[in-house]
């Protein structure tokens, strides 16, 4: 898709072990996951998903970021019970369309859809934006709210380098019910503020990563009832595999890792995160 050009490098890792009780994934790319079917990844979305069911992740989100990946998950959701999807388009790509609103008509258009549950993934981006593109993306988040409100869904939110803005621009609009911080990128501060609006903070591969402390210090703070977790495949692959392409499969990877950074035993973080999953996307079948 438009917005996030595939760069990983290798063959996808090996299958993990499974978890206890099953998560949902709650953000992936499936249409880019499976341009990678030459490097030992699934080949269909079927495949897909009996790898990641057998790891103990049954349910996938599919997120959009531009009209035509949106109208893909919408089309993938009605033929695989074991998939959702959210539409929207990326806050990199609001920037450079001609037709903003034409766009925004079309992502209204697919929200009614009853396998959409989500608007996202929308939100602010100034790392690969610049203030050029800055009018744009703020136009564009802020219609993205109003439909994620007038339709009764959750929004998921992308957020880089941008959490003041983040924050402002949902305060001033008043946010949906429920509110997903895709990718949660902040310190321990950033997760107490977006905490005490009563958001979900869906936590990656990344907060493996040698490098996040910060990230492992925002999860230490998150109650169970305000985590979730994510691939964002075929990105962010965690630890030790990163830099290879990412899967749904892959997600007890990351659990298992919150599980070290929170306390919680495994089998109740596990059974968290998927009430969690239903609360904010609500039933699969």
């Known amino acids: 898709m438009s917005a996030?050009?595939?760069s990983r490098e290798g063959t996808f890792p090996p299958a993990t072990e499974p978890l206890p009780v099953a998560v949902p994934d709650s953000h992936t790319h499936l249409d880019i996951t499976l341009e990678d079917d030459g490097r030992g990844g699934p080949a269909t979305v079927a495949d897909a998903v009996d790898a990641a069911t057998a790891a103990g992740?049954?349910?996938?989100?599919?997120?959009?970021?531009?009209v035509e990946s949106s109208r893909w998950g919408v089309e993938?959701?009605?033929?695989?019970?074991?998939?959702?999807?959210?539409?929207?388009l990326h806050p990199n790509d609001a920037a450079r369309l001609t037709d903003l609103?034409?766009?925004?008509?079309?992502?209204e258009r697919l929200a009614a859809h009853p396998r959409v549950r989500g608007?996202?993934?929308?939100?602010?981006d100034y790392f690969r934006t610049g203030e050029d593109g800055r009018k744009a993306q703020h136009e564009s988040f802020r219609?993205?709210?109003?439909?994620?409100?007038?339709?009764?869904k959750t929004l998921v939110v992308h957020d880089r380098d941008a959490h003041d803005d983040v924050l402002a621009v949902l305060?001033?609009?008043?946010?949906?019910d429920q509110v997903v911080m895709h990718c949660f990128s902040g310190d321990e501060q950033f997760a107490r503020e977006c905490l005490d609006r009563g958001y979900l903070l869906s936590f990656a591969g990344t907060v493996t990563f040698g490098n996040a402390a910060h990230l492992r210090r925002a999860a230490a703070v998150t109650p169970l009832d305000g985590l979730l977790v994510e691939t964002d495949a075929p990105f962010l692959t965690p630890t030790p595999y990163r830099g290879r392409p990412n899967a749904s499969y892959l997600i007890p990877l990351t659990v298992r890792a919150l599980a070290d950074v929170t306390g919680h035993g495994l089998d109740a973080l596990c059974a968290a995160i998927s009430a969690n999953g239903d609360r904010a996307f609500g039933s699969w079948r």
């Open 101 to 107: 609103d034409g766009a925004l008509r079309e992502i």
């Open 57 to 66: 992740v049954d349910r996938l989100v599919q997120v959009g970021c531009d």
């Open 171 to 176: 305060d001033e609009e008043g946010a949906p």
């Open 76 to 88: 993938v959701a009605e033929q695989h019970p074991a998939v959702v999807a959210t539409v929207a």
């Open 143 to 152: 219609a993205h709210i109003a439909i994620a409100k007038r339709y009764g």
């Open 4 to 6: 996030r050009k595939h």
């Open 119 to 124: 608007i996202g993934e929308t939100g602010l």
